[in-house]
C-alpha cells in the first residue's frame, strides 16, 4: 500500500512508540510485506531467522524486535511487538470505511459496464468498460477491475487476508494482521461462479490479462497469477504464489504459498503442488512429479499386490 502522502519516520517511531535508529530525516512512502517492498516501503521483522533477507532487502524503514547494527541509509524502528506496529499503522492510513449502499458513490464504473441486481461494489473500487457483474458479486473496497471482465454470481474479491499471529500465551491465540492491500483485475478476465480472490495483505493479489477461471476457485492473498492462465474447478492457490503466464491447473490441483510456476506448465487433476514447478512441463501427482513417470510409477504401485504374492509364491518353493 502506498500512502497519499509521504510520512517522516520521526513521525512513525512517535506514533508506533518505537526507537528511532539510523537515518532520522527520510520518509516513508507505503508499507509492503518483504517479498514486495520498493524503496521507501515500511516492512516489519519479527524472528531473527528473516533479519538478514528484511535488513537487506528493498525497504527504507524496518520495524523490528531487536537493535541491531542499521544498513546505511536505511531507518530501524525498534519495538517489542513490530507486527502490532505494523497493523496500527495498516489501520491509520487505510481505516475500514462502512457501507451505506449497494454501489458506493465513490465507485468508478465505465462505460458500457453491466451490474446486475444484488452487486456489492464497495469503497474506491474502480471497474474499467464493458464489463459484466452478475447477480449477487461482492467487490470489497480498493478493488481495480479492467475492461471486458465476466464476473460470474456469488464471487467475492478482495476478502481479507488469511494470515495470522499465533500468541500461545493468550486464551484467543491468533492475532489478525489487517489486510490493507488489493484485488487487481487486468483486462478479458473471466471468474467462474463462487471463486474468491483475497487482497493482499499490503500489496496486490493480481489476476493477469486473459486469464480464465472456472467456478468455485480460490486465490490466495499476494497470489500472481500471470496472462492467458486457464484454471478448472476447485483449484487452490496459496498466499503469494506466483502463476507465471500459460499455465493450466486441471480440476482440484492445489499449490502451496511462496511458490513459482514456470510459464507454460500444465499441472493435472487432483495433484498437489509443494514446491516450485519449471515451466513447459506437464506434472502430476501428490507431490506432483512429470506426468509421464509420475503415471508409470503408479502403474508399479498398483502391482505391489501381484509382486508380493509372487515373492511368497518364490520363498514357499
Known amino acids: 500500500m502506498k500512502f497519499e502522502m509521504p510520512v517522516s519516520v520521526q513521525w512513525l517511531a512517535d506514533f508506533t512508540g518505537a526507537k528511532l535508529i539510523g537515518n532520522e530525516t527520510q520518509e516513508a512512502t507505503g508499507i509492503n510485506e518483504i517479498h514486495k517492498v520498493t524503496p521507501?516501503?515500511?516492512?516489519?521483522?519479527?524472528?531473527?531467522?528473516?533479519?538478514?533477507?528484511?535488513?537487506?532487502?528493498?525497504?527504507?524503514?524496518?520495524?523490528?524486535?531487536?537493535?541491531v547494527e542499521c544498513p546505511v541509509g536505511k531507518t530501524l524502528l525498534v519495538i517489542a511487538d513490530p507486527f502490532s506496529a505494523y497493523v496500527k499503522i495498516a489501520n491509520r492510513f487505510r481505516p475500514f470505511e462502512p457501507a451505506n449502499k449497494m454501489i458506493s458513490d465513490s465507485a468508478v464504473i465505465g462505460e458500457g459496464t453491466i451490474i446486475q441486481p444484488g452487486v456489492f461494489v464497495g469503497n474506491h473500487v474502480k471497474i474499467g468498460n464493458n464489463c459484466l457483474i452478475h447477480p449477487n458479486?461482492?467487490?470489497?473496497?480498493?478493488?481495480?477491475?479492467?475492461?471486458?471482465?465476466?464476473?460470474?454470481?456469488?464471487?467475492?474479491?478482495?476478502?481479507?487476508?488469511?494470515?495470522?499471529?499465533?500468541?500461545?500465551?493468550?486464551?484467543?491465540?491468533?492475532?489478525?494482521?489487517?489486510?490493507?492491500?488489493?484485488?487487481?483485475?487486468?483486462?478479458?478476465?473471466?471468474?467462474?461462479?463462487?471463486?474468491?480472490?483475497?487482497?493482499?495483505?499490503?500489496?496486490?493479489?493480481?489476476?493477469?490479462?486473459?486469464?480464465?477461471?472456472?467456478?468455485?476457485?480460490?486465490?490466495?492473498?499476494?497470489?500472481?497469477?500471470?496472462?492467458?492462465?486457464?484454471?478448472?474447478?476447485?483449484?487452490?492457490?496459496?498466499?503469494?504464489?506466483?502463476?507465471?503466464?500459460?499455465?493450466?491447473?486441471?480440476?482440484?490441483?492445489?499449490?502451496?504459498?511462496?511458490?513459482?510456476?514456470?510459464?507454460?506448465?500444465?499441472?493435472?487433476?487432483?495433484?498437489?503442488?509443494?514446491?516450485?514447478?519449471?515451466?513447459?512441463?506437464?506434472?502430476?501427482?501428490?507431490?506432483?512429479?512429470e506426468a509421464k513417470p509420475k503415471m508409470r510409477e503408479l502403474a508399479w504401485v498398483k502391482r505391489i499386490p501381484e509382486m508380493w504374492e509372487l515373492l511368497k509364491a518364490k520363498k514357499e518353493d
Open 137 to 289: 458479486v461482492t467487490i470489497y473496497d480498493h478493488s481495480i477491475i479492467g475492461d471486458n471482465v465476466i464476473i460470474h454470481s456469488g464471487c467475492v474479491l478482495g476478502a481479507d487476508a488469511f494470515y495470522f499471529k499465533r500468541r500461545k500465551e493468550r486464551e484467543v491465540q491468533y492475532d489478525k494482521l489487517v489486510s490493507c492491500g488489493r484485488v487487481i483485475i487486468e483486462n478479458d478476465v473471466e471468474i467462474g461462479a463462487g471463486t474468491t480472490i483475497d487482497k493482499g495483505v499490503s500489496g496486490d493479489t493480481i489476476i493477469g490479462q486473459g486469464t480464465k477461471l472456472d467456478n468455485h476457485i480460490h486465490i490466495g492473498h499476494g497470489a500472481v497469477i500471470g496472462r492467458n492462465c486457464l484454471f478448472a474447478a476447485q483449484v487452490g492457490i496459496g498466499g503469494k504464489a506466483i502463476i507465471e503466464d500459460g499455465v493450466i491447473l486441471w480440476g482440484q490441483v492445489g499449490v502451496s504459498k511462496d511458490l513459482t510456476i514456470g510459464a507454460g506448465a500444465i499441472v493435472l487433476a487432483q495433484s498437489g503442488v509443494p514446491a516450485s514447478l519449471e515451466g513447459g512441463k506437464t506434472y502430476f501427482g501428490t507431490p506432483v512429479g
Open 40 to 67: 521507501g516501503d515500511i516492512s516489519f521483522v519479527d524472528f531473527e531467522k528473516y533479519y538478514s533477507a528484511c535488513l537487506n532487502s528493498a525497504a527504507t524503514v524496518i520495524i523490528i524486535n531487536k537493535e
